[in-house]
């Protein structure tokens, strides 16, 4: 089980690894990131007792949001050490690749 | 609420800051203004008038009437207070959460595809339950079957939000009818 920001680390690099994800999520009024030190991981905020995670989605989206969402939480599962795992979907970003 | 208490609490503010200069003016006898010439006095004689009218019963209808109202405006900004604010992200079930603009935008990209609508403006809200609620403005061209294009709507952004599994809890639609080159499309 990680924390802190292990836990912030490994819960963004199991996002952007999930199909669907394009980048993490910055927050809108107030900036969603784990600060340790001089580290920082933006799009993860991990309390206590929960975990919430920020990411943008990729346009098109390859499968419904709450499929990405359950994914996200599958994955980050092992490290959460039982955390309440909530996912924020704050934009969808058309991907580089996608000509649109 | 919040913009309100933000402006309750700006005028509060500057009308503090004021205060003070008026003190440090008054204080130091700055300008020629000492403390003595403020009518203290007129005013405490003022309140203990009030007060005296209030311990006989001696209100005017006009004095009752406008403290009525003052009790009414206080409970109701009390009750206001109290209301707990409307969430600023869409909850889809099973803590997962999206933005407004994400609602939006999705609604965006296929009402405008719909056949017959030659424009669309959208907004979504958060609610407490699960599920966004949607108002969709869509315009159309004069003497369509307005009906039928509403309904066709109305369909199109349901199935689409589900396919996204975007959950909505409300969906108004609206159509008006425009001069077609006053609109984005001007063919549909």
Known sequence: ?100 | MRIFNRVVMMLLLAGLFVLGVYMVVYAFELFGYSLSSLPFSGFSNGLQGFANDVERGGLSVTTLIILFLLVLLGLLLLIAEFKPPSPSRVRMGNGTYTTRRVVEDEVSAVADEVPGVLGSSVSAKAQRRPGAQVDIEGTVRRGEDVGTIREGLRSTVQEHLSRRGLPVSKLNVKLVEADPRQTKTRVQ
Request: aromatic share 4%; charged share 30%.
């Open chain 1, 1 to 100: 089980m990680a924390d802190g920001i292990q836990l912030a680390r490994a819960a963004s690099v199991a996002a952007l690894a999930t199909e669907g994800v394009h980048s993490m999520g910055r927050g809108r009024f107030v900036e969603a990131a784990t600060y340790e030190g001089r580290e920082k991981v933006s799009g993860v905020i991990v309390g206590p007792e929960d975990l919430e995670i920020h990411i943008v989605a990729r346009y098109p989206l390859p499968r419904p949001i709450p499929d990405i969402a359950e994914s996200i939480r599958e994955r980050v599962a092992p490290e959460a050490g039982g955390r309440k795992t909530t996912v924020v979907v704050e934009d969808v970003e058309v991907a580089a690749d996608e000509n649109l």
